[in-house]
């Protein structure tokens, strides 16, 4: 197998029992859907497949190594959201309460009465940053989060459901920020990463962003757009619709999308800004193993209590979404299978996770003790996640007994 003119190789661990797992992602690579990429599954806790292969840099060939690391945008959503409910669980925070009770200044403009799960089930009716966010801000999410405090909702919250694709991230980083005086990435990495040795980090260092897998863009999947309206395409059809919004600058979707306008930066993603900044709706750079090890250390208990865990799965939303126009479902800040968190028939009651925009994906699985992540630097043009990914979830759903 070749990547342009580099060879590539696959390597790494696979149990046995899911064999068909390994064939599915070599598969990948000799059709030609893969750059590099990596998979990881435990199942009851237990490592089962650690596979990677193919190329970090597709200019220079620098291979995809067993601790490359990678931007999983996303994915990032669920990190932030367990952040959240370990606040919850400890009681410094009440779901059902207005987030002005944390974050005064929020209460402007028809605010007053959304609520935290209003935030973290995409409710909020604030899914775009109406004013340009300029560069210099990119860094400052404080100031972004400002910004958001200073707007009226789309709709009124709690009534419909929106993908609120950047904007998620800036909302709960506040919200950590008033009631523990840390951002998101710091308190990832006091209660999450580090106790569990996981390499995940909302905000790069140096040396990890040096090492991180470039991406490769696809068809771009979200232009960045300016001012526009609220209201979908006018067709019955989701998936038109949702065509059509993306052709469309002006779209909610690529408004949602496109501020702060990531495309300015020289290389995108890819850049040192947004690799450092620490995001919390897109932000985390990660490894399969490790995305796998963070649903592992959910599944089993050992982050969330499993009565709090379950609380969070329970959906509390669910069909259109106003701003991907496809059905969608969320608990507490994790997809449940919909039409954007595409999943094998047998994980459909009790899967889930986080979809990231280009492919990636994080899965979790209480009731079959799943634990699943895939990433990779071949972008796709879709915002509804990646047909590899899901292949990749079959064939593991399809290997247990």
């Not at 059709?31 to 009851?44: K, N, P, R």
């Not at 860094?139 to 009534?159: H, N, S």
């Not at 929106?162 to 709960?172: E, N, P, Q, R, S």
Request: proline share 7%.
């Amino acid at each position: 197998m070749t990547v342009g003119d580099h060879p590539v190789t696959t390597s790494g661990h696979c149990d046995p029992r899911f064999s068909r797992v390994r064939e599915v992602f070599d598969r990948h690579f000799s059709d030609g859907e893969e750059l590099g990429a990596a998979f990881a599954v435990f199942l009851d806790g237990e490592p089962v497949v650690d596979l990677w292969g193919g190329v970090a840099d597709r200019h220079t060939g620098r291979p995809w190594e067993a601790g490359t690391p990678v931007l999983a945008y996303s994915c990032t959503k669920a990190v932030a959201a367990t952040a959240m409910l370990l606040l919850v669980e400890r009681g410094l925070v009440d779901v059902r309460s207005p987030v002005s009770a944390y974050w005064p200044e929020f209460a402007r403009d028809g605010k007053a009465r959304v609520t935290v799960e209003h935030v973290l089930t995409h409710q909020a009716g604030l899914p775009a940053i109406e004013e340009p966010v300029p560069l210099e801000e990119f860094e400052d999410l404080p100031a972004i989060a400002d910004r958001l405090a200073a707007q009226a909702p789309l709709w009124e919250p709690g009534t419909a459901h929106g993908y609120h694709a950047v904007t998620y991230g800036f909302l709960i980083d506040e919200l950590i920020r008033r009631v523990t005086g840390m951002s998101t990435g710091e308190l990832v990495a006091a209660e999450i990463a580090g106790p569990h040795q996981l390499e995940l980090w909302l905000g790069a260092p140096p040396d990890v962003a040096a090492r991180a897998a470039r991406l490769s863009a696809g068809e771009r999947a979200a232009p960045a757009g300016g001012a526009g309206v609220a209201n979908p395409p006018a067709t019955d059809d989701p998936v038109a619709a949702m065509a059509a919004a993306t052709r469309d600058k002006d779209s909610l979707m690529n408004r949602a999308l496109g501020n702060p306008p990531i495309h300015k930066l020289p290389g995108g993603g890819n850049h040192p800004v947004i690799l450092r900044a620490g995001w919390p709706a897109l932000g985390m750079v990660t490894t399969a193993r490790a995305l796998a090890g963070f649903y592992r250390a959910l599944v089993t208990g050992e982050i969330l209590a499993p009565s709090t865990l379950g609380d969070a799965m329970r959906p509390r939303v669910g069909g259109p979404d106003r701003v991907l126009y496809l059905d969608s479902a969320f608990g507490l800040g994790y997809m449940r299978p919909a039409m954007t968190f595409l999943t094998p028939a047998r994980g459909v009651e009790s899967a889930f996770g986080h979809t990231g925009l280009g492919g990636s994906l994080g899965l979790g699985d209480v009731e079959h003790g799943l634990a699943m992540a895939y990433t990779m630097n071949r972008m796709v043009g879709s915002v509804a996640g990646s047909r590899r990914a899901y292949r990749l979830a079959e064939a593991v759903y399809g290997s247990l007994t």
